[in-house]
T-cell receptor
Framework: EAGVAQSPRYKIIEKRQSVAFWCNPI?????LYWYQQILGQGPKLLIQ????????DSQLPKDRFSAERLKGVDSTLKIQPAKLEDSAVYLC????????????FGQGTRLTVV | GNSVTQMEGPVTLSEEAFLTINCTYT??????LFWYVQYPGEGLQLLLK?????DKGSNKGFEATYRKETTSFHLEKGSVQVSDSAVYFC????????????FGGGTRLMVKP
């Protein structure tokens, strides 16, 4: 089966610009996660969706980050305006039953803010 | 809150050496425990998992045992190969909070021929 698809793979922007990332989860997976992975650190959860509803967004910096999952399938994560410290790999993952036991990760989008 | 601590790397070993990567956790309730691996240029992949105390997860020659008394989930392999070179992440999924994964900081393993 096809895996979790993310685009773009790489993005370089200047600070204060905006950027959007896209994720297509594995077909039929109800739960979708966005993680931020800063170089040399483990991934940190930004937001978790169950279908098109938000389960947890407690660590999402809502003044600049937003995410949506229209129709409970694809998802987009937006940063506006970007800061230097947003440079990281943004990982999307999905799971079929709302449990992390079967979470599958995409290859990520590497964002560099200059 | 939940947290995971794993040994810092890099860990450099010769081929066929024994590997241990330590992982300890703090969590409420009864979490599930995982090891994920990230090969160069690739995404995170689940390596193995354990869902309750004394469970042993295993895959590709790697093993880890869920030790509730020491809150640990150390990763071991008896004989590493060059192809095992990667970054290894210990993680837990709590029994609440939507089952989100909490990761450790990762340990880079380099295996030399």
């Amino acid at each position: 089966e096809a895996g979790v698809a993310q685009s773009p793979r790489y993005k370089i922007i200047e600070k204060r610009q905006s950027v959007a990332f896209w994720c297509n989860p594995i077909s039929g997976h109800a739960t979708l996660y966005w993680y931020q992975q800063i170089l040399g650190q483990g991934p940190k959860l930004l937001i978790q969706f169950q279908n098109n509803g938000v389960v947890d967004d407690s660590q999402l910096p809502k003044d600049r980050f937003s995410a949506e999952r229209l129709k409970g399938v694809d998802s987009t994560l937006k940063i506006q305006p970007a800061k230097l410290e947003d440079s990281a790999v943004y990982l999307c993952a999905s799971s079929p039953l709302g449990t992390a036991l079967e979470a599958f990760f995409g290859q990520g989008t590497r964002l560099t803010v200059v | 809150g939940n947290s995971v601590t794993q040994m810092e790397g890099p860990v450099t070993l010769s081929e066929e050496a024994f590997l241990t990567i330590n992982c300890t956790y703090t969590a409420t309730g009864y979490p599930s425990l995982f090891w994920y691996v990230q090969y160069p240029g690739e995404g995170l992949q689940l390596l193995l998992k354990a869902t309750k105390a004394d469970d042993k997860g295993s895959n590709k020659g790697f093993e880890a045992t869920y030790r509730k008394e020491t809150t640990s989930f150390h990763l071991e392999k008896g004989s590493v190969q060059v192809s095992d070179s990667a970054v290894y992440f210990c993680a837990l999924s709590g029994s609440n909070a939507g089952n989100m994964l909490t990761f450790g900081g990762g340990t880079r393993l380099m295996v030399k021929p």
